[in-house]
Nanobody, 123 residues
Framework: QVQLVESGGGLVQAGDSLRLSCAAS????????MGWFRQGTGKEREFVAT????????YYADSVKGRFTISRDNAKNTVYLQMNSLKPEDTAVYYC????????????????WGQGTQVTVSS
């Protein structure tokens, strides 16, 4: 089993940057593909980015491509989401997730979830 804890959220202005971190417990972190999802108020949870077990493959939602970067450090059991050029529409609770399927964009392919971290972008 994997436990995930996100951090790094906050209140920023449009155009600013934030880096989210997701720390995982357990020795099997490197055996999981990792993903970031987000959920705005009154909206469904949506895919943001995913990274393969080794970090060699990444995939992004069109809405964040070119602005966000997902990465991982398997030695530190941590996955990151660097968010640049933030927009008000990026405001949401951001969740990290772990699962067995590389490249998955559906939340149903992820077995473990963190509690989320709030990102608020003011205009």
């Amino acid at each position: 089993q994997v436990q995930l804890v996100e951090s790094g959220g906050g209140l920023v202005q449009a155009g600013d940057s934030l880096r989210l971190s997701c720390a995982a417990s357990g020795r099997t972190f490197s055996s999981y593909a990792m993903g970031w999802f987000r959920q705005g108020t009154g909206k469904e949870r949506e895919f943001v980015a995913t990274i393969s077990r080794s970090g060699g493959f990444t995939y992004y939602a069109d809405s964040v491509k070119g602005r966000f970067t997902i990465s991982r450090d398997n030695a530190k059991n941590t996955v990151y989401l660097q968010m640049n050029s933030l927009k008000p529409e990026d405001t949401a609770v951001y969740y990290c997730a772990a699962g067995p399927v590389v490249g998955a964009i559906s939340s149903r392919n992820y077995d473990y979830w963190g509690q989320g971290t709030q990102v608020t972008v003011s205009s």
